[in-house]
């Protein structure tokens, strides 16, 4: 009866469109006649039931359509008592390729349904094409027709590619993952192949970090006016016979060119009283910076103070569920106290790098997919002071200059487009002047507004505020600061110029 009473409230949490989109991802799981009389969720449940699909002791179907409907409040909400509902390794009940043209629906306007029904005017009768199916509904005609499958994705993909470029990737990539790596080489019309990679997390290029940085940044080009980079996925480096590779890399850009830059978080935590440590005196200071600044840049800022552990994470799931497809990248500015295993909400407790960054995996947000995902941690990665020579130094002067510590070598995700830019090297403290702000977030700002007019990418800017930092001291001339940056990015990070003045001096 409990199970029973459970179900009950979750079908009357659902929409009539959230119904239809369970009706879609179970079609493989039941036949089309039974669903076609579906008009609520309890008969969907019933029928999942009746097929031994559904149980109090196996809700894990359940759990995984409310997954890939990102409805985890009700997960939360009325699963607490199921075991399956913290299992990140439940069984798989719904097909990858199901679970794809459900994602592809999500990104799909009223607008270019209508242009996919237009595309579709020759292939499918005219009078189903007239009809108000929603785009699910649509898929399933075209399946009935044999015009797309689990490895017919063709006229799907040249229909999206039409009206939505960024979802044709998303269709390449599982062609790539789920059909033995079979990859159209577009400029020949032939297959290639390509290793089979069961999970995207593997395809990423290794963490980079300093030392690998600058041999790259090196070979960028950090003049004004520099000449454009092609942004044709097809394009190979190519080497002339009198000329070394090196000398004619060229490394191409992330496009800049969207209806908006997309959304800069800024988490800024100050108050720490709830987690028993120091406030963090000046941190508001780099928050006005970083919200002028970004704005300045084209992005929507938002501001969350004060968060605690869960609540870190949880503004970080709030903008993995947004639709970033008209946006360009993201960015995530945190500024916290830290300790060797995380950074810190004001409670105390830790989220890791690791947690923080997977929120923006393509998994979680697939409007993301390929785009950069920024990260700038203002934080310390342990309690050593950098050029330290006299420890009692410490002791004096500490009305204005202080720390924040720590965060872990745990650092960057096993996936492609990210950057994090920590504010110091592993093992050392970060610096914050109480009046002033601190030394990385500070000069991150101001080179920015420096040298994005220049044209200057990201990385190089990063290696100017790695410069500038590791020349500021205190007073006693023995306290130092070395900045990181770690990336898995695979092009150059150039926001367009701003029309508008800087916003600071």
């Given at each position: ?268 935590n100050n108050d720490f009283t709830a987690g028993g440590m120091p406030n963090r005196e000046g941190t508001d200071i780099d928050k006005e910076s970083l919200e002028a600044v970004f704005q300045w840049l084209g992005f929507e800022v938002l501001i969350e103070q004060n968060c605690d552990r869960e609540r870190m994470l949880q503004v970080l799931r709030d903008l993995a569920a947004r639709d970033h497809t008209a946006a360009d990248c993201v960015v995530c500015c945190v500024l916290t106290h830290g300790r060797v ?165």
């Open positions: 009866m409990e199970f029973q009473q459970m179900l009950f409230r979750v079908q009357e949490a659902l929409s009539p469109d959230e119904l239809q989109d369970m009706v879609f991802l179970c079609s493989e799981l039941l036949t089309l006649k039974d669903l076609s009389t579906v008009t609520s969720g309890r008969e969907l449940f019933l029928l999942l039931e009746k097929r031994d699909l559904l149980s109090s002791e196996d809700p894990s179907l359940l759990l995984e359509l409310l997954r890939i409907m990102k409805r985890n409040n009700l997960i939360r909400l009325h699963f607490d008592a199921f075991p399956q509902a913290n299992d990140t390794a439940y069984p798989q009940h719904i097909s990858t390729y199901r679970q794809l043209l459900y994602e592809v629906s999500e990104s799909i306007c009223d607008q270019d349904l209508k242009d996919i029904k237009f595309l579709l005017i020759k292939t499918l009768p005219r009078k189903k094409l007239e009809k108000d199916l929603t785009l699910l509904q649509l898929f399933l005609e075209m399946e009935k027709e044999d015009l797309l499958g689990e490895d017919n994705l063709d006229t799907l993909q040249e229909i999206i590619a039409s009206i939505h470029p960024g979802l044709e990737k998303r269709i390449v990539q599982y062609k790539t993952e789920c059909l033995g790596g079979l990859v159209i080489a577009q400029e020949v019309g032939m297959h290639s192949s390509a290793s089979y990679t069961p999970d995207p997390l593997s395809l990423l290029t290794p963490v980079s970090s300093v030392g690998t940085m600058e041999d790259q940044v090196d070979r960028l080009s950090l003049t004004e006016g520099a000449s454009e980079i092609s942004e044709d996925n097809s394009h190979h480096l190519e080497s002339t016979s009198n000329s070394s590779s090196t000398d004619n890399l060229e490394i191409q850009q992330y496009e800049m060119k969207g209806d908006r830059r997309g959304a800069c978080l800024i988490i800024n295993d995380g950074v810190m909400g004001v409670d105390g407790k830790t989220v890791t790098l690791r947690e923080l960054m997977e929120t923006l995996s393509p998994y979680q947000c697939s409007s993301l997919y390929q785009k950069p995902k920024l990260f700038f941690i203002q934080a310390c990665r342990g309690t050593n002071h950098q050029g330290a020579v006299f420890p009692q130094a410490f002791l004096r002067e500490q009305d204005t200059l202080v720390s924040d510590a720590a965060v872990p070598r745990d650092s960057i995700p096993e996936a492609a487009d990210y950057l994090l830019a920590m504010s110091t090297v592993p093992d050392f403290v970060s610096y914050r002047e109480k009046d002033k702000g601190t030394w990385f977030m500070q000069s991150l700002c101001y080179n920015l507004q420096l040298l994005v007019p220049r044209g200057i990418d990201l990385l190089s800017i990063l290696t100017q505020v790695n410069g500038d930092v590791s020349k500021k001291t205190d007073k006693s001339g023995v306290r130092k600061q070395m900045p990181q940056p770690e990336f898995t990015l695979t092009k150059r990070v150039v926001f367009p110029p701003p029309k508008t003045r800087p916003p600071l001096q």
